[in-house]
C-alpha cells in the first residue's frame, strides 16, 4: 500500500523528519523558507497532511487549492494560522499541541515577570553602554515579586502554572479573570480567587496575560484598559499577539501610565511596533516562551504523532474541534 504524501512546512529536528519518513512520503522544508499563499498551495498539491507551525497560514484560499489535504498538524499549541471555519467546511482535520509545553512556557512566564520587575534589560544596557560609575540608593529600583498580587488574565494549562509559582514559590496574593470560573478546588489549590476584569486590573500589581488569542479578545488590552492599571503595575504578554494593542501600550509605556511591560508576543510578529523599540522600560523577546530542546521536541513530536496516528486511520490524538473527524474521515 503507497505511503500517504505530506508536507513538513518549516524546519524541525531532524529526527522528527526521520520518524515521518517511516510512515510517509516527506517533503521537508529543510532550506526553512516561509511558504504562504500560492507557494504553500503549490507545495501542498498532491499532500494528504502537512506539519505546521504558527506562522502558516491555513485559510480558505489556500484549503480551496488544496483538495486532497486532509490534516494539518501544529507544532504549538496556539492555532490563531488556522482558519477552524473553513477547516471544518473543508472537512480538514486540525490538531495542536497542547500540555507539552505547559511548564516551560510558565517557567518563562515568570522568568519575564521577574526581569520586568527588577528592571533587568534597562540595567544590562546600561552597563553595556559603560555609564555605570558609581552606586546610588534608587539605581535601577525595581518592584518586589514576592508577596505582591499577582493578576492573571486567563487561567488555563499555562495561567494555573504561573499561579502555582506566584503563590506557592513567592507568596504572592493571586486574583485571575477567565470566562469561566475555576472549579473551588482548583481555586483552593492555587491560592486564587476569581475577580472581575475591571478589579484584576485595578489591583494586580503583576498582570500576566496568558488567554487565547481570538476575535473576542482581539486588543483585550488597550488604552482605557492600560490606564485602569497601577502606575507601579507591570503586564506580561506571553499569550499573542492582539490581545494588547501594542501602540497604546508603547504611549503608556512613554507616559509610564504603567511601570513597564514584558512582551514575548507582539501584533504582526515578527514586525515589532517601532514605538516599543524606542522606549526604555519593556523586555522584549522573540516568542520564545516554549523554546527549550526538550520542550520543542516534545511539541515536534506531538504534532508527527497527530499525522501518523490519523493518517493510519486511528484518529487524531489533539484534535483541536473534536467534531472534526466525523467529517475530516470521509474525504
Given amino acids: 500500500m503507497p505511503k500517504p504524501h ?5 524546519a524541525v529536528f531532524p529526527e522528527i523528519i526521520e520518524k515521518l519518513k517511516l510512515h510517509f512520503e516527506v517533503e521537508a522544508n529543510t532550506d526553512d523558507v516561509e511558504w504562504q499563499g500560492e507557494e504553500l498551495v503549490r507545495r501542498l498539491q498532491g499532500k494528504q497532511g502537512a506539519f505546521t507551525t504558527g506562522g502558516v497560514k491555513i485559510d480558505a484560499a489556500v484549503l480551496a487549492g488544496c483538495p486532497e489535504l ?10 490563531n494560522n488556522f482558519d477552524i471555519e473553513a477547516m471544518t467546511r473543508h472537512g480538514v482535520m486540525a490538531t495542536n499541541a497542547p500540555d507539552v509545553l505547559t511548564e516551560t512556557t510558565a517557567d518563562f ?10 528592571r533587568v534589560t534597562e540595567s544590562e544596557h546600561f552597563l553595556r553602554r559603560g555609564e555605570w560609575k558609581t552606586w ?6 525595581g518592584s518586589d515579586v514576592h508577596g505582591s498580587t499577582l493578576g492573571i488574565l486567563g487561567m488555563g494549562r499555562i495561567g494555573q502554572g504561573i499561579a502555582r509559582r506566584g503563590a506557592l514559590g513567592f507568596g504572592m496574593k493571586v486574583i485571575y479573570h477567565n470566562r469561566s470560573r475555576l472549579d473551588a478546588g482548583i481555586e483552593a489549590e492555587l491560592k486564587a480567587d476569581y475577580v472581575s476584569k475591571e478589579a484584576l486590573l485595578k489591583s494586580a500589581d503583576h498582570l500576566v496575560l496568558v488567554l487565547p488569542y481570538s476575535p473576542s479578545s ?17 503586564l506580561i504578554n506571553i499569550a499573542r499577539g492582539g490581545i494588547v494593542d501594542d501602540a497604546a501600550l508603547a504611549a503608556a509605556l512613554r507616559e509610564r501610565t504603567i511601570s513597564a511591560a514584558g512582551l514575548d508576543v507582539f501584533e504582526g510578529e515578527p514586525s515589532v511596533h517601532p514605538e516599543l523599540l524606542t522606549v526604555p522600560n519593556v523586555v522584549l523577546t522573540p516568542h520564545i516562551a516554549s523554546a527549550t530542546i526538550p520542550t520543542r521536541l516534545a511539541m515536534a513530536n506531538l504534532a508527527a504523532d497527530n499525522l501518523i496516528s490519523f493518517l493510519g486511520g486511528k484518529g487524531p490524538l489533539t484534535p483541536i474541534v473534536p467534531v472534526a473527524p466525523a467529517i475530516a474521515a470521509s474525504k
Avoid at 505530506?6 to 518549516?10: A, C, P, S
Avoid at 486532509?70 to 492555532?79: E, L, R
Avoid at 546610588?136 to 529600583?141: T, W
Fill in 6 to 10: 505530506i508536507l513538513v512546512t518549516r
Fill in 70 to 79: 486532509k490534516i494539518c498538524a501544529n507544532m504549538a499549541v496556539g492555532y
Fill in 109 to 118: 512566564g515568570f522568568a519575564l515577570l521577574m526581569a520586568t520587575a527588577r
Fill in 136 to 141: 546610588r540608593y534608587d539605581m535601577f529600583a
Fill in 218 to 234: 482581539h486588543h483585550a488590552i488597550g488604552a482605557a484598559e492600560l490606564r485602569q492599571m497601577k502606575p507601579t503595575a507591570t
